[in-house]
Structure formats: C-alpha cells, structure tokens
C-alpha cells in the first residue's frame, strides 16, 4: 500500500509518501523563522503559512518517491491534538484529495503516531518492532509530556502526562527568561554542553512523587525568580552556559527518573522516546546510561523524526489500514484535544 500523509498540527507543514513499512519521501517545511519574531507560535500565522505552502510541500513530497496522486492507495492526515485552524489546513486538504481521488482516508492522532517514530529509520519497523514490545513510551515535546505503556501493536494506555506545563515549554520559556532566541530548548542544549549543571540547584516537580504524572511549571517559577535575583549573570558566558546546565539537568532529572520508575514498575526491560524534546542531547545521554545500566533496551526517533513530520503519520496510517482498516467518513472533523487513549 502507498499512502500521502499530511501533518499540520502545529508550525510545521509536512508531507510524506509510504509505501508499507518504507518511507519513500518526508518533506518538512519549518516556520520557526516566522514565529521567531513574536518568541513563540501565532496561531492565525501557522495557519496562513501551511495554507501557502501545503500544495508545494505535497508536490516535492510526491516528487521525491516518484509516485503521482493517481498512484496513491490511500491518505492520511493529523486529526489532532493541535491548534485549530492549523489542524484544518492539512485534515481538509487531505479530504479533498482522498475524494477527488476516490481513495481511503485516515485521521490520525499526532501523538500515537509519535510512540512509532522510533522504528521509522533504517530498519523496516516489521523488522524489529516485536523486539521492542511491552515497553513505556515517553513522548516529550513542547505541548506535551507523557508517558505510555505500549503493551503491544496498536494497544496502549497512557500512564501520565503533564498537569500544568510541557518539558519544552519549560525549556522555551526558561530560555526566553534568559533572553536567548526562540526556539529556546536548543538554544540552552547547545550552551549547556559547555556549563555545570551543578553550578545552581533548581527544583525537581514531582520527582519523588509515586505517580507518573509531571509538572514544570514551579521549575518555570523558579528560573524566573533566579533572573530576577540575579540579573548581572545574564551577561557573564560562563555562567550563562553553567545557568543553562543546571536548568536542562533538572528537567531531564525528571524526565528519565520517572521513566525509568514506571519501567520498573511494570516489570519491563523496554523504553523509547520521542518527540522535539528527544533531540536534546542531555536526554539521549542520560536515558542511554540509566537503560544500559540496567541491562534494557532503549529505542529513540532519530533527531529528524523527533519534531512534528508526516513520516510518522504515514507509518501509522498504513499500519492501522493494514491491520484493521478503520476508514474514515470524509466529513469527520478535526479534534484538537483528542486525548491518546
């Protein structure tokens, strides 16, 4: 089966070609320049900028797998989560296409298809993923932190999530307070990797706490107090790089202590992550040292894989159509909270 994916949730327009378990093409074009301005994601702008580049983006993408519109067996768009108006672009391109076509088509939630992103580079995701199953899933971005239990193909069941702020929006609005460049979060990995990250203690939300729920905003309270306290750092390098490491090495003390607990917990020896945040570098060290210390295996999404892309989208897609083909009417609308399970 070979299906066009569209994802528009957010900021960046992407479209894909896969063909089974292949991906034959990933096109993404990012908006991070656009919204760089305004030191975050404008809603009414995402939108504008998906609707002027959705069609050259699905063209280049059908392009690149040599495959044209009538060759397609299916599509598939993001449903939800995401911002509204983003979300409509991509899903009502989809439809249309999918009727004008006369083919199947498929919403499909962003954040399931985030949980198979892992398998998408190099291997075919048949090759090994019974290899990777039961295992927890962390799936940590900007707008959500998560973790599931993915007990087999297509089953799963979220154990927590954030209660207040994502890890990347605690990353970008530390960043902002610092005054560093949106996106922030790569912004304070890269100084990071030059710093201390025990130079300045800084809070760890719920990181003794029982359940596998999060919460970064009081980390975020914190940074802001520390500024305020603190101004003359904001001008020194060093301790700019060492304010930037103590801060990232709070928010991934979190992030993988409570993986690794619900891990246990469940008796498993399996973890994967996903999502933007999975590109940051502190994260892959220390979930890679806390797996291999314990003897598990551990599957992260490529760097490129980790942001929003139509490569997951497609992946899922064709595994749900191949496995039970749930198509779907082509009046659905979209769902911008659509929880996971």
Known sequence: MTLLAIE????????AVVSGSRVLSNVVSSQIRLHAEYGGVVPELAAREHLRNLMPVVQSALRDAGVSAHQL???AATRGPGLPLALLV???AAQALAFVLQKP????NHHEAHL??????GTPPEADFAAFVPNVSLIVSGGHTMLVHVASELQHRVLG???????????DKSGKLLGLPYPAGPEIDRLAAAGNPQAYDFPRPLLNDASDDFSFSGLKTSVRYFVRDNP???GDTRKMCDLCASVQAAIVEVLVTKTIRATRRLGLRCVTASGGVTCNEALRRELTRACAARGWQLRLASRSLCTDNAAMIGI???RKLAHHPPIAPLDDDIKTAWALD
Do not use: H, M, N, R
């Not at 999530?161 to 990353?171: K, M, P, R, S, V």
């Open 90 to 92: 991509g899903f009502k």
């Open 316 to 318: 899922l897609a064709a």
């Open 105 to 108: 088509f498929l919403g499909v």
């Open 116 to 121: 198979y992103s892992p398998w998408i580079a």
């Open 232 to 234: 003359a750092l904001l």
């Open 161 to 171: 999530g954030t209660l207040d702020d994502a890890a990347g929006e605690c990353f």
């Open 8 to 15: 528009t949730s957010c900021d960046e327009t992407s479209a």
């Open 73 to 75: 067996d299916a599509v």
